[in-house]
């Protein structure tokens, strides 16, 4: 079941998502669906993944660190608002069917892919002050937490939109925060999958490592710096992973 050229095509596509996580996000879109392609079952795909995620994010949270970008006590208000419904969406992901869960997961990446063709403005929200914390932030973090508990795919989209929109924060301070609060819910996301045996441990750790290595890069790389050729490529993959999902 783990050859070494499933293990090296894991460890690769963990250099590329982990670059584009932090970057932007959507990277999960192509994890999952090749992890279910590689012969795991969905939830054990999804534990899999979660594994991979937070080492990841860990590496992002420490490169923003060390270029002196932080805010440690806001990411953790944020994160805790989110871990709620991180804890019930993990809990409901491992009792869903396989089936539906991939036609879910199909539909999910259709979406994503349209909101890649018709992206938000980034450059309003990069050049306004940062204000005061919106009433609508607690429910919205709640629903995130647990969508990202549920299914993870897309996750980094959502913060990106809510915490610009909400906060108003520069992109550079929205990828900081986004990386700390899926960090910070996916340990008890991760807790529900091991503990019901849907962890795959080598898969898991050689596509951390690449995530990681990508992830602590894509901290240091300026977030507008090739973006819109990462979102191509990205929107072709999904399509095709998409279709598969939906007529395999």
Do not use: C
Not at 111 to 127: A, Y
Request: proline share 2%; no cysteine.
């Amino acid at each position: 079941m783990h050859s070494p050229y499933s293990l090296l095509l894991l460890f690769g596509s963990g250099l590329v998502v982990g670059f584009i996580n932090v970057m932007a996000g959507g990277g999960s879109s192509l994890t999952l669906p090749l992890l279910i392609f590689l012969g795991l079952d969905s939830s054990l795909a999804n534990g899999t993944n979660r594994l991979a995620i937070l080492v990841q994010n860990l590496s992002a949270v420490v490169s923003f660190r060390r270029e002196k970008i932080a805010k440690f006590k806001t990411s953790l208000k944020l994160a805790s608002l989110a871990l709620p419904g991180a804890i019930i969406g993990s809990i409901v992901a491992v009792r869903m069917n396989n089936h539906l869960f991939e036609k879910l997961l199909a539909v999910v990446i259709i979406g994503i892919m349209l909101t890649m063709i018709f992206p938000h403005n980034e450059k309003k929200f990069s050049r306004e002050m940062a204000g005061q914390t919106s009433l609508w932030m607690y429910p919205v973090m709640v629903a995130i937490g647990f969508y990202g508990g549920f299914l993870q795919v897309g996750v980094g989209f959502m913060l990106m939109a809510s915490l610009q929109n909400l906060l108003h924060l520069d992109l550079i301070h929205v990828n900081m925060h986004k990386v700390f609060i899926i960090f910070f819910y996916t340990i008890p996301a991760l807790v529900v999958f091991i503990l019901t045996k849907n962890v795959d441990w080598l898969y898991g750790i050689v596509l951390s490592t690449g995530m990681a290595l990508g992830g602590y890069w894509s901290a240091k790389v300026s977030v507008k710096k090739g973006e819109k050729a990462i979102r191509i490529v990205l929107l072709f993959a999904m399509f095709i992973m998409a279709m598969e999902l939906i007529f395999r």
